[in-house]
């Protein structure tokens, strides 16, 4: 009898925390967007726009195949102000909290 790492509660959790986050600063990012219109700053506006994308379609590029370990599904979070406009990165400590390792019996 052994025991395995739950991939996909991990993924679950992981998914439920990005979300939350990212609905947070798909908010500010709604407020960026409309003070760009008011600007005619078209630059910003499709900077707003290419960050929202990338905000919605980043759970689905995660697959349980993109990982094995909590620390390595910890490190897939996505980092840098192009992509993600500063998307705050949970501490190993909070991301344990909100994803704790789960084993399961086989």
Same mark, same amino acid.
């Given at each position: 009898?052994?025991?395995?790492? $739950?991939?996909?509660?991990? +993924?679950?959790? @992981?998914?439920?925390?990005?979300?939350?986050?990212r609905?947070?600063?798909?908010? #500010?990012l709604?407020?960026a967007?409309?003070?760009a219109?008011?600007?005619?700053?078209?630059?910003?506006k499709?900077?707003v726009? $290419?960050?929202k994308?990338? +905000?919605?379609? @980043?759970p689905d590029?995660i697959?349980?195949?993109?990982f094995?370990?909590?620390? #390595?599904l910890?490190?897939?979070?996505p980092?840098?102000?192009?992509?993600?406009?500063?998307l705050e990165k949970?501490?190993?400590s909070e991301f344990?909290?909100?994803?704790p390792?789960?084993?399961?019996?086989?």
């Amino acid at each position: 009898m052994g025991f395995y790492f $739950n991939k996909e509660f991990a +993924l679950w959790k @992981f998914e439920g925390h990005f979300r939350f986050r990212r609905d947070r600063k798909l908010k #500010e990012l709604d407020i960026a967007y409309q003070r760009a219109l008011e600007n005619n700053d078209e630059d910003e506006k499709q900077n707003v726009v $290419n960050q929202k994308n990338f +905000l919605r379609n @980043f759970p689905d590029t995660i697959t349980t195949s993109s990982f094995s370990t909590e620390e #390595e599904l910890h490190n897939l979070w996505p980092t840098g102000s192009i992509a993600t406009g500063e998307l705050e990165k949970p501490t190993i400590s909070e991301f344990r909290h909100f994803i704790p390792t789960k084993f399961v019996k086989r």
